[in-house]
T-cell receptor, first 111, second 113 residues
Framework: GQQLNQSPQSMFIQEGEDVSMNCTSSSIFNTWLWYKQDPGEGPVLLIALYKAGELTSNGRLTAQFGITRKDSFLNISASIPSDVGIYFCAGQRRTGNQFYFGTGTSLTVIP | KAGVTQTPRYLIKTRGQQVTLSCSPISGHRSVSWYQQTPGQGLQFLFEYFSETQRNKGNFPGRFSGRQFSNSRSEMNVSTLELGDSALYLC????????????FGPGTRLLVL
């Protein structure tokens, strides 16, 4: 099925640095979700976005629903070692109820 | 509320066998979706059930099937297992599946030998 374009594919950063990743689609989405997945576990929801232009924070995480409704961004400020994991975006169109997933961004935080 | 639960967490099968995985959604959630996750393919959508009916189906062969019970619990079945079916199978639930947040279970790790 369709997958979203998520970048970067992987990131290696120093503890304390900020992180930015994004997700783009050729289709318009009405819902954007961001998840974090640890090895061998299911994805855990971080932030949900429902309106174009919406900016939502969850602690050090901030996500935005792109104004074109074809993209979304996730920022992590002042990264810490426990931020390590794979981050996925997911989008849902206005019609239908299937979620489409990004290919994931693998984050490594170097202490 | 309890989260999404999946059983079993780990499973080892041999080629040609069949397997049934179970998912209990969050209480009150009526939509259950199943995904296959592999390192090479990422998260691939299998199917979605709502009120005991399959509403959406991904691009998987007929060996993959599912069902949903009246209490919203769902099962997926894979028949005639192949080596390539080794993966993490994830189930996710939401209230109605429409414009809502989807919550994942911990997954079932299937290894086919």
């Amino acid at each position: 099925g369709q997958q979203l374009n998520q970048s970067p594919q992987s990131m290696f950063i120093q503890e304390g640095e900020d992180v930015s990743m994004n997700c783009t689609s050729s289709s318009i989405f009405n819902t954007w979700l961001w998840y974090k997945q640890d090895p061998g576990e299911g994805p855990v929801l971080l932030i949900a976005l429902y309106k174009a232009g919406e900016l939502t924070s969850n602690g050090r995480l901030t996500a935005q629903f792109g104004i074109t409704r074809k993209d979304s961004f996730l920022n992590i400020s002042a990264s810490i070692p426990s931020d390590v994991g794979i981050y996925f975006c997911a989008g849902q169109r206005r019609t239908g109820n299937q979620f489409y997933f990004g290919t994931g961004t693998s984050l490594t935080v170097i202490p | 509320k309890a989260g999404v639960t999946q059983t079993p967490r780990y499973l080892i099968k041999t080629r040609g066998q069949q397997v049934t995985l179970s998912c209990s959604p969050i209480s009150g959630h009526r939509s259950v979706s199943w995904y296959q996750q592999t390192p090479g393919q990422g998260l691939q959508f299998l199917f979605e059930y709502f009120s005991e009916t399959q509403r959406n189906k991904g691009n998987f062969p007929g060996r993959f099937s599912g069902r949903q019970f009246s209490n919203s619990r769902s099962e997926m079945n894979v028949s005639t297992l192949e080596l390539g079916d080794s993966a993490l199978y994830l189930c996710a639930s939401s209230e109605s599946g429409l414009q809502e947040t989807q919550y994942f279970g911990p997954g079932t790790r299937l290894l086919v030998l």
